[in-house]
């Protein structure tokens, strides 16, 4: 298996000067943070597919992941690659962009056009790097709500994310039920484990080890933490998989060669693939970025935000949930899918539960399973139906 | 939680200048390797306890892990700590030094006295750094089997150890079958997996990303790849714990604060703990060791140096062996040992097989557990009356 050389693709403009479309806030109109003090100038970047319908009600919002982006159904402008639910949205997909004004924005402390300690500091002149403070998911999703205010859309047909993404999904429904109709939440949980925090905290150690990183100043020092940021990225991707699918993919097959070379050379399949993984997510990726999103997961813990109880964090809840996980997840194992069924059972609120098959690891939300797509299209069309959705203004697939 | 400070213990001294008992060996016996050439001279160190008896039938040969080393029921030097397996060998103990000649020596390529790349090269008078050949675990039993030679033991009563140890006690089995009595491999695998090579390849990518290792030369030129190796040690220790065991011991929790600090301190204990066990094993490991050890478990593939077939490693083998394995152990899971055990019952050997239910992961070879206890006395006892073994010379415990 030979993997292509990475093209420096200009990740840092992005961060100032995104392809996507901007909604800019004002010192006027702050963001107020979880951790205290506000954000202010700020603005958040977002891509759409569809046609939001004349009632305003045909809008679901799409959460990315950790290293995600607004990117969801077009070519990214970082990497040249498809979306990464391509698969997903899209005319006559699961979210089909016929029926559905499907958004996606930029997370805040990303790096692709919502502000982030990549982005211009109006203080001190310069990126924020560290003065960025530590937002949450929380910050995250009443920042999407402010988009949501700007584009006219009061109550979302459905909220879905994976990973970090469902920990959004979890955050809105909590946060603001009443503008939830349903709710997606994939390979996620309501807290993050301590095996979890521990991954993160690896990574940050790596990425802070590197002295190029320069106490986060690599951008004005023109330097960039690439070996650091490769290593956090490759303990990552470890977990993203499971240890069936490395043995089937890779197994111990040698690389390029028949026999070991005695020596420190990536011998072996997976090294090769892993040390791309590092390399090719360097260049489109910030590293303070990944510093501050890994921190948002790891205080997420939506039970201690509501008193120490899970259920009271949906009380009362309208919105309709379909939690998935995937067997072979060993990062958001389906017991912590198990626990939000629990608690939303608990609260009353209207929940079903999938647990997929597949020995694809926590990554299957991304790739394309019938079974992710079946009970997606199935979800959608019957909450569609339960709000009674007429397909206004658009053509039909 | 408070971790006490790390002393700067001199774990240099250790590699040139054991505190242990050595056999040298002179140009004239040189070690051949598997991957070619030879290394000579070369030395082996190791600690001994209880005697040898009269007929030298009651030895034990105890091999370590991957940062293990010979101090298994001493005070180590190095760090000050007791020895490794001091729970497991002494009087009255499992491995029962009132009965038993307990060995362990350093393994190839380790840096507490046997040689390896702390060790000095007389060809360039430096350390050999990554000039030194890389080694497998069948060359680490070689040199252990010339120890052997050295003390005049032909049949070991029993070779026994976890993880890479047991990586050895396999070798051991299939390479020296009439040397090898009885044998106890824990925890471990005929064969590294993927997942297991690709997080061997995270940690050597981290020290050698570290400018401080200085392409292997840090010993000539006074540095040390501490945060390097400290990433490394925190990524691999995380595997050798089980979820179960973090969230149990550490869960969520705050450490020294009640509430979150909205910053990228160690806010949770299993935080700190992480940055404790990256700092202290940086005192007492050499980043180079480090290197080789985790490139010898990933080459080793026992049913391929045998055709392919793991049965034939062992066909013919009168050896009694007692394979263990951890519920928890995801780096070395149960399934790792059926495949010996399978491989053990097609070769025709004896075999008995033992699961120990735990939460504590890999590691859990080293604790205090009442089912290893018992099940490594029973097989230790069972095995030395099937071999006649009088207690000769050596008191009764």
């Not at 924020?128 to 006219?152: C, E, K, S, W």
């Not at 993050?192 to 951008?219: C, T």
Request: a neutral charge.
């Amino acid at each position: 298996m030979t993997h292509p050389a990475v093209p420096d693709t200009g990740q840092r403009n992005e961060a100032t000067h995104p392809s996507s479309a901007v909604v800019h806030f004002g010192a006027e109109t702050p963001l107020h943070l979880e951790g205290g003090g506000q954000l202010a100038p700020w603005s958040i970047a977002y891509q759409t597919y569809g046609q939001l319908n004349a009632e305003r009600s045909n809008a679901i919002l799409i959460c990315h992941a950790l290293t995600g982006d607004q990117h969801v159904a077009n070519v990214n402008p970082v990497t040249g690659k498809s979306g990464w639910w391509d698969t997903m949205v899209g005319p006559g997909k699961p979210f089909d962009t016929n029926r559905f004004f499907v958004i996606c924005s930029n997370v805040l402390g990303s790096c692709l056009g919502t502000t982030g300690p990549a982005s211009f500091n109006p203080a001190t002149q310069r990126p924020y790097a560290l003065d960025f403070p530590v937002v949450t998911i929380r910050d995250m999703v009443n920042a999407q709500a402010r988009l949501m205010d700007h584009l006219g859309i009061e109550t979302i047909f459905c909220v879905a994310g994976g990973s970090m993404g469902g920990m959004q999904v979890l955050e809105w429904a909590a946060s603001y039920p009443q503008r939830v109709f349903a709710a997606m939440p994939i390979a996620t949980s309501a807290k993050h484990s301590a095996q979890n925090i521990a991954f993160h905290e690896v990574g940050r150690q790596a990425v802070m080890a590197d002295p190029e990183w320069r106490k986060g100043r690599y951008l004005d020092e023109g330097t960039r933490p690439e070996k650091g940021l490769a290593v956090a990225r490759m303990a990552a991707h470890i977990t993203y998989l499971s240890e069936q699918a490395l043995h089937r993919k890779f197994g111990r097959n040698f690389q390029d060669r028949m026999a070991p070379t005695f020596s420190f050379d990536a011998d072996f399949e997976v090294e090769s693939y892993l040390r791309y993984q590092g390399r090719s997510f360097v260049e489109r990726f910030d590293a303070n970025s990944y510093l501050f999103l890994t921190r948002a997961m790891d205080y997420f813990d939506l039970a201690k935000d509501h008193g120490g109880s899970l259920a009271r964090a949906f009380s009362g809840s309208k919105t309709r949930f379909c939690v998935m996980s995937f067997t072979s997840d060993w990062l958001f194992p389906t017991r912590d899918s198990r626990a939000i069924v629990h608690a939303l059972n608990a609260a009353g609120a209207s929940v079903s539960f999938v647990e997929i098959e597949t020995d694809k690891g926590h990554d299957a939300f991304l790739l394309e399973l019938p079974d992710l797509f079946n009970t997606t299209r199935g979800f959608i069309d019957s909450a569609a139906r339960a709000k009674g959705l007429t397909i206004s203004g658009v053509r039909t697939s």
